[in-house]
Nanobody, 127 residues
Framework: VQLVESGGGTAQAGGSLRLSCAAS????????MAWFRQVPGKEREGVAA??????????YYADSMKGRFTISRDSSTDTVYLQMNSLKPEDTAMYYC????????????????????WGPGTQVTVS
């Protein structure tokens, strides 16, 4: 499966951005997809994840994103979205989309080591 992110850019603090992740190739057996972010010199951080198979649609968030970010999926286009509201300067990072085929317990959904498929990333800058 190939993943391509889009929608990054520059936003003012308090503003919003919506990221998209388009999946192509053999997507029928994807189990879950997630968003991660990374700033230079720091580890990749889990942002949000969603099951694309049972339990379809269940989503999970890092504590610092709850209430501000929303992950969703359009199954007809195999696209996952990340709606980011009330942006803060500390949200500045490269945002990556990831996918996994194997079943994964929810406790591992925001661990980058659980994912084998990654997009190239899209930069988000909040000033």
């Amino acid at each position: 499966v190939q993943l391509v992110e889009s929608g990054g850019g520059t936003a003012q603090a308090g503003g919003s951005l919506r990221l998209s992740c388009a999946a192509s190739g053999y997507t029928a057996n994807m189990n879950c997809m997630a968003w991660f972010r990374q700033v230079p010199g720091k580890e990749r951080e889990g942002v949000a994840a969603i099951y694309t198979r049972f339990p379809t649609g269940n989503s999970y968030y890092a504590d610092s994103m709850k209430g501000r970010f929303t992950i969703s999926r359009d199954s007809s286009t195999d696209t996952v979205y990340l709606q980011m509201n009330s942006l803060k300067p500390e949200d500045t990072a490269m945002y990556y989309c990831a996918a996994r085929r194997q079943v994964l317990q929810s406790t591992w959904l925001l661990h980058p080591s659980a994912y084998s498929e990654w997009g190239p990333g899209t930069q988000v800058t909040v000033s």
